[in-house]
């Protein structure tokens, strides 16, 4: 979601927090701003939409200053003005504000009740007015936070500036992470550490409830309790790199490209390939007791968590439970002891996730955690850390954070089926060898980008796209279905192949492509005949299978794809693959921005 970087610098800082911003546009945002102090005075700039039209309005009205912050804002309270957009500033203090202030509308009344004027409908408002009453009634910017940050419900990252103290910046953190960066005579605030990169490898992470006030000499930090503590200081490994292009015409189109890399990056770390077993992190509990498994995840996490349930409960037998994080607490779900609660996110910041994550420690779960940032909020508070390898993910629809998510997944089905006596060593090894397969049949996948950009054009002009999928594949339908909604804006909904004939066959006629995901295989027949429902009322397939169900069920076809015959486990990452490209094709035929889609962020942390 929203993006912040704060610097106390011995040189300009206003181009230097406008790269840090751009390095943090993937997240998604509406509008942009910076505040600088120059000369006792503070100078704010913003801009509605893209960072371009903040660069234009800096060039037209300079922001000088050593010491600034700046943030990217995805629209919460208010719509994404220039008046809305952050920093929000009084005659004393500048910040910037990542989360949501649940309690915003009561502190609001009181200040205007005492004579504060807003300029914006922002919740984020209110934290600076609160922090300036205090300022300007004499406490010191330390004090001043300590008095309001108890008053404030909700989630928050904060970054705050001061006039009559130009050389500090305060952060602060409670639900929304927030990064230290340590330089030489210079320091920073992030959101996360690849905002810092060119700036700083060396960083250290704040904790829940924490508050940060950095100078040049260095930081001071303190608990939710304001006792002063020591954070690690560590090493990002964020580097600039991460963040660029090279010959791809989009980060999506990298971030697919890359996906045998990364997925294969991250099956080494659990796959012993001499022993030919699955091997986990080191844990201290045992995952033989586990009676059931809860996942808790959100948007195409949640959809890894769908194909995760089918290998849980075939392989290990255990009884599997799945929500959408955002619904989950509010269910009051009934959690038996002994239970383990799985939690799925590229961020590992998600909000709605993380809130589910510490309902489910607090009645006593065993916590796993399958995350991209082994050091974000979820993968601290794990008891089982199952990291993905999958690299900085840039473009907001995600693509090869998913794929790797179903590797780990994959692996951990794998060994509780071992830890509980389901398969043989032999029958692993076997399993292992298919894993050991996966890059090159994603490769193999890939291979077949130009027909599937080709055929692009016959699902543009669509207003309305089905998926169907059975089994596993049903997953894939919906990821498949939210990608091509995500970033080409066609109105697409995924079904499991046996429900249409339930009611949404109603939606089939001429206009109306449908995607079929049929791997031949046990399910095979079964998922033609639904096919054979479709074509009989003029719908245009698309089928996506291996050469052998082509080959049966090809005829008569809008289009085909062709994939490489593989193992069921793995198929669903090998067919994840097809659905992205023609999301993405689709995308460039229809000239949306495929990296920045409209009204998304990348880390959602808000609930």
Not at 42 to 65: D, M, S, Y
Not at 478 to 490: F, R, T, V
Not at 554 to 578: D, F, N, S
Request: proline fraction near 5%.
């Amino acid at each position: 979601m929203c993006g912040i970087i704060g610097i106390v610098g011995k040189e300009q800082v206003a181009d230097r927090l406008v790269d840090g911003l751009r390095r943090m546009e993937y997240r998604g945002y509406d509008s942009a701003g910076v505040c600088t102090i120059d000369h006792g005075e503070l100078i704010r700039r913003r801009a509605e939409g893209k960072l371009a039209n903040l660069v234009t309005e800096l060039a037209r009205n300079p922001a000088p200053g050593l010491v600034g912050i700046a943030h990217t804002r995805w629209a919460t309270h208010g719509a994404p003005t220039t008046n809305n957009a952050h920093p929000h500033a009084t005659g004393e203090v500048a910040l910037v504000h990542n989360g949501i202030i649940e309690n915003f509308r009561p502190l609001r009344e009181e200040l205007i009740a005492r004579g504060r004027t807003f300029e914006s409908e922002t919740d984020t408002e209110v934290v600076a007015h609160l922090v300036s009453e205090q300022v300007e009634a004499g406490l010191s910017p330390e004090d001043a936070v300590k008095v309001v940050l108890p008053r404030l419900r909700g989630a928050f990252a904060l970054a705050i500036a001061f006039r009559s103290h130009p050389d500090i910046l305060i952060g602060a953190r409670l639900g929304s992470p927030l990064v230290v960066g340590y330089g030489e005579g210079e320091m920073f605030l992030g959101s996360d550490a690849l905002a810092l990169a060119p700036l700083t490898q060396r960083v250290s992470y704040l904790e829940e409830g924490d508050w940060v006030v950095i100078s040049r000499e260095g930081a001071q930090v303190f608990d939710v309790h304001n006792t002063p503590v020591k954070r690690a200081v560590v090493a990002s490994g964020a580097t600039a790199a991460a963040i660029e292009k090279g010959n791809y015409r989009h980060f999506m189109q990298k971030e697919i490209y890359e996906q045998p890399i990364v997925v294969a990056q991250t099956l080494r770390s659990y796959l012993r390939r001499y022993e030919q077993v699955v091997s986990l992190p080191q844990i201290d509990f045992d995952l033989a007791s586990i009676r059931r498994v809860t996942i808790v995840a959100c948007g195409t996490s949640y959809y890894a968590g769908m194909v995760a349930k089918y290998w849980f409960e075939r392989f290990a037998r255990l009884p599997v439970d799945i929500d959408v994080a955002s619904e989950f607490r509010y269910r009051d779900p009934v959690l038996e002891p002994g239970g383990l609660a799985l939690f799925i996110s590229q961020s590992g910041e998600t909000a709605d996730t993380l809130a589910a994550l510490r309902h489910c420690k607090a009645a006593g779960q065993t916590i796993a955690v399958v995350v991209n940032v082994p050091t974000s909020s979820m993968a601290r508070e794990a008891d089982l850390l199952l990291p993905t390898h999958a690299g900085p993910e840039i473009g907001v629809a995600s693509t090869k954070a998913f794929t790797c998510q179903l590797a780990v997944l994959a692996a951990l089905a794998v060994h509780l089926a071992v830890k509980r006596g389901l398969i043989t060593h032999e029958e692993e090894a076997q399993i292992v060898d298919q894993l050991v397969e996966t890059p090159a049949a994603l490769n193999a996948a890939l291979a077949h980008d130009e027909e599937i950009a080709a055929m692009a054009p016959l699902i543009a002009p669509a207003r309305d796209v089905l998926y169907l999928g059975r089994g596993p594949d049903y997953p894939l339908a919906l990821e498949g279905a939210l990608k091509l909604k995500e970033i080409s804006y066609i109105h697409a909904e995924g079904y499991a192949s046996g429900e249409m004939k339930h009611g949404p066959i109603a939606l089939i006629d001429e206009q109306v492509p449908v995607i079929v995901l049929a791997p031949s295989g046990p399910l095979f027949e079964k998922t033609v005949s639904n096919m054979q429902e479709v074509r009989a009322r003029g719908g245009k397939i698309v089928l996506i299978s291996d050469a052998e169900g082509l080959a049966e069920a090809g005829e008569g076809c809008l289009a085909t794809i062709e994939m490489p015959k593989v193992h069921p486990l793995i198929a669903p990452l090998v067919y994840a693959v097809p659905v992205q490209l023609l999301a993405y094709h689709v995308a460039v035929a229809k000239g949306t921005d495929v990296d920045q889609p409209r009204n998304l962020a990348k880390s959602v942390t808000v609930e």
